[in-house]
């Protein structure tokens, strides 16, 4: 036996899954039943909506009449809140809907059924068989103005039979139109939800989710796009290749300048000016280098390759499938909870119950009250009228006599009460029981009027919806922003509602941000520099560039010999001594460690135009004081000094000894750096790129490089040379041919491959991920939804469950004053009928007499 508890509880699981309908989510994004549904809705639109909006809406009167059909508070609501999971509701529902919460919503319905028990006690008084069941009946004088009150009771019960039943008339009308409106409304809704629409403008959850698979499908690492993106690649890694190696070789250059300059250049007193400024004149070249279309054509392959790599792409395929989970579960719930009214098949034979084509069921039964409040209320006058003003008619029975009591008040009164007394029995039994269905109708429309995130939480674990983590949190918020936003202009946009998230610890990050900002953004930008890079055109040639030239002139006229010069050491008592001589003083200021005296060129700036003295020079002053030393190879003779070392000449020749000694520490030091890159074919011996040489590659359409001292993985790794500065001068000097050389490798890979960048790979990324991003970026939006909502909850709840709750309540209150007119048609009745019975009896009595020549009895009363 199935139990109370099981049977209340399917009352409000059944409005529940009617309103909100349990979500079974399928493993495909997009299905054959969205399919279906998307063309049946379009169908549906053009077969429903073609009059517009049918009637008017007053929110306010049609609320009320919903919270009257509660019948206090919302019981439904109670239920759905308290219960904490759908197998609870039954007995939340058998808690709530007890024998007094039944008896007092279905008062009308008991007191039909009472009344049709009493009418097999009463019904036996109007048979003729059955005189008996009359008791006191007599010859009654009715005054006339009791008559007329009669009358007037009368009148006003057929004003208000009339009224109910034309209210009632006017909620069947209004429960059509709801019912039309809905189901347009409803067709709408689900077509532009699953299939999207022109304004505002929606691409719809079903391309949406195609869109998004179509992402997913691409992004997998063995798809037709990720191939073409890795052949791309591979075939423009010349770009990347040389400017890498043009970086590196621009960085050691600096490095050999500046940071591993030797410590012995301090040490002995000497400094480098020309290699500070030569080292901002290679920041200079970077910089050029960085905002160059090679720059720009290698980043955005670094980019490609970085946002697309296997991890990465892996990430934002399951980006687009956690995004596809809410998206999913909405086009679920829209779908299930609105197709019934798009399948036309079901939902045309349901309104034919209503209206239109079909049985009409509803239409009939509102008719037929209607009828029959007009023939009762027909009858009930006709009665009334005769009975007061035609109650006696006919000819006297004797001359001078009263005119016979009539028959026809009490037959029409007889005919009144009996088929009056069937129509309060079904008025009240039918009226009822549509208020009982009411009841959880109203309750869900008031539901649904106050729909909001937080009522969804409250209600949400009594529908089987998880609102519990990332999923539930998305589903709230596309319901508070599209559903229901509290600004009705409200257009929001689903990728600010969806978020993802790396791993279970890491931060939200909406879908805008993570697909849109992140990846599509910083892509595209990436080829938009290259578009400013190349000015519109083709890019200019680095090798010619101005700052370039001057960096490659400076260091190849300028030795580092030559711009390796002595501090100023007149505050030093080891050298103080020289600068107290004219001659010795001239040679030493400034004085570099180059043997013969030089100019800087033109290209060093601070510098240019400058003599830089040599350590002959200063040697060959010093000689004024001693005799020069013949013991070394290269110009930096000490001197036998002629003079006491105490006295003044012979102090200043010492101390002209001791800066020499400082030249002959640095000309023969050997801690300078002439590095270079390790040879990647032995991985021991020293590798220059000044020897890199490029050929033609006709097959392949480009140069290929050869002695460019990148390994396999397109690296190169530094070999630590030692060097004197002699040779560090030559090292230095040939830098001209590297960074020639480098440039030139970048200003032909941007020539050769270049435009497989800014044209080939562009194109596969703009056609496969861009475009598909652009799409969805900012047309996924959901302002339809909330005006659609709302149309649906007017046509729904304040034109149909308000119309049927109309319709219920015009019953009731017929069946009501039905009572009181079978009351007065009763009454009428007896009157009428026993004042003819009565008065045919006496009447007989009187022919008797006669016939036995007896005295005439007194005159019945009238």
């Not at 379009?42 to 429903?48: Q, R, S, W």
């Not at 019960?157 to 189901?183: E, P, Q, W």
């Not at 992140?518 to 290259?530: E, N, P």
Request: with cysteine; aromatic share 8%; net charge neutral.
């Amino acid at each position: 036996m199935v139990s109370r508890g099981k049977i209340l509880g399917w009352v409000p699981l059944a409005c529940a899954v009617l309103l909100f309908p349990r979500l079974v989510i399928s493993e495909e994004w997009v299905t054959q039943q969205d399919r279906e549904a998307l063309r049946k809705a379009g169908e549906a639109v053009d077969l429903y909506c073609a009059g517009g909006f049918k009637g008017t809406i007053d929110r306010e009167s049609g609320r009320a009449v919903l919270e009257n059909g509660v019948g206090g508070s919302n019981t439904m609501l109670d239920i759905m809140q308290e219960s904490k999971s759908s197998a609870e509701l039954g007995d939340k529902a058998a808690e709530k809907m007890d024998a007094g919460w039944i008896v007092g919503r279905v008062a009308s319905v008991g007191f039909a059924i009472f009344l049709g028990i009493l009418w097999y006690f009463c019904c036996w008084s109007a048979c003729p068989c059955c005189k008996c069941c009359r008791c006191g009946a007599k010859v009654r004088k009715t005054h006339i103005v009791v008559k007329l009150i009669l009358l007037g009771i009368g009148f006003a019960l057929t004003f208000g039979v009339i009224f109910a039943a034309a209210y009632g008339r006017a909620g069947y009308t209004t429960a059509v139109d709801g019912f039309d409106n809905m189901a347009c409304t409803s067709a709408k809704l689900l077509n532009g939800t699953l299939g999207g629409q022109a304004s505002p403008y929606f691409i719809g959850m079903m391309p949406l989710l195609e869109e998004f698979k179509g992402l997913e499908q691409s992004l997998a690492y063995d798809s037709p796009m990720m191939a073409n993106i890795r052949q791309q690649l591979d075939a423009t890694a010349e770009v990347s290749d040389s400017m890498y190696l043009a970086s590196e070789t621009l960085a050691l250059l600096k490095d050999v300048l500046t940071t591993n300059l030797p410590v012995d250049v301090a040490v002995n007193q000497h400094e480098c000016p020309f290699c500070a400024i030569m080292g901002e004149l290679v920041d200079e070249i970077s910089k050029v280098l960085g905002a160059g279309a090679a720059s720009a054509l290698s980043q955005a392959r670094k980019e490609i390759d970085t946002q697309l790599s296997k991890e990465n792409s892996k990430s934002l395929q399951d980006t687009f499938k956690s995004a596809a989970d809410p998206i999913v579960a909405v086009k679920v719930l829209v779908r299930d909870t609105f197709g019934f009214f798009t399948d036309k098949d079901k939902f045309l034979q349901v309104r034919g119950h209503l209206a239109g084509d079909g049985p009409n069921t509803v239409a009939h039964i509102t008719g037929l009250v209607v009828t029959m409040s007009v023939f009762l209320v027909a009858c009930m006058q006709c009665s009334l009228l005769t009975f007061v003003f035609r109650e006696r008619a006919g000819k006297p029975e004797e001359e001078g006599g009263p005119k016979p009591f009539s028959k026809i008040p009490h037959r029409i009164a007889c005919c009144t009460w009996c088929c009056g007394w069937l129509f309060m029995v079904i008025a009240l039994l039918v009226g009822g029981l549509m208020t009982l269905v009411g009841v959880p109708m109203s309750g869900m429309c008031l539901i649904m009027d106050d729909m909001s995130p937080e009522l969804i939480t409250n209600i949400g674990p009594a529908l089987g919806l998880n609102l519990t983590g990332d999923e539930g949190e998305q589903l709230l918020d596309i319901v508070s922003n599209c559903l229901v936003p509290k600004d009705p202009n409200l257009n929001a946009a689903l990728l600010d509602l969806i978020y993802v998230k790396d791993n279970a610890t890491a931060p939200k990050e909406t879908l805008r941000k993570k697909v849109v900002e992140s990846v599509k953004d910083s892509i595209r930008s990436k080829f938009d520099d290259i578009d400013k890079s190349m000015g519109g055109g083709s890019a200019p040639a680095l090798s010619t560039d101005p700052e370039l030239v001057k960096l490659t002139g400076a260091i190849y006229k300028n030795p580092m010999s030559m711009m390796i010069v002595a501090k100023d050491l007149t505050s030093d008592s080891t050298y103080s001594g020289l600068y107290s001589q004219t001659t010795l003083a001239a040679a030493a200021v400034p004085c570099s460690v180059q043997c013969n005296d030089a100019v800087v060129s033109d290209e060093v700036d601070g510098l240019k135009g400058k003599t830089m003295k040599g350590v002959e020079n200063f040697v060959l002053a010093l000689t004024s004081f001693g005799t020069r030393q013949t013991l070394r190879d290269d110009c930096a003779d000490l001197v036998n000094c002629a003079d006491a070392l105490t006295s003044p000449r012979g102090k200043s020749c010492k101390a002209g000894n001791n800066f020499v000694k400082l030249k002959q520490n640095l000309m023969d030091a050997g801690t300078f750096r002439c590095d270079t890159f390790v040879n990647p074919l032995d991985g021991v011996s020293a590798c220059d790129v000044k020897f890199m040489s490029g050929t033609f590659n006709a097959a392949k359409s480009r140069t290929m490089w050869s002695n460019d001292c990148l390994s396999a993985t397109k690296e190169v790794k530094r070999k630590q040379v030692l060097c004197n500065v002699q040779q560090f001068s030559d090292y230095v000097k040939d830098y001209k041919t590297r960074i020639e050389q480098a440039m030139k490798r970048i200003d032909l890979a941007v020539t050769e491959v270049g435009p497989a960048i800014s044209k080939g790979l562009r194109g596969i990324v703009e056609k496969d991920l861009i475009a598909p991003i652009d799409r969805v970026a900012d047309d996924v939006t959901c302002g339809l939804m909330g005006g659609f909502y709302r149309e649906m909850v007017d046509g729904f709840c304040y034109q149909g469950i308000n119309g049927f709750i109309v319709i219920g309540q015009s019953y009731v209150a017929c069946g009501a004053m039905a009572v009181f007119l079978v009351l007065l048609m009763y009454g009428v009745w007896r009157r009428a009928i026993d004042n003819v019975n009565k008065s045919s009896v006496a009447l007989t009595k009187v022919v008797d007499f006669d016939k036995a020549d007896g005295v005439l009895p007194t005159t019945p009363q009238n």
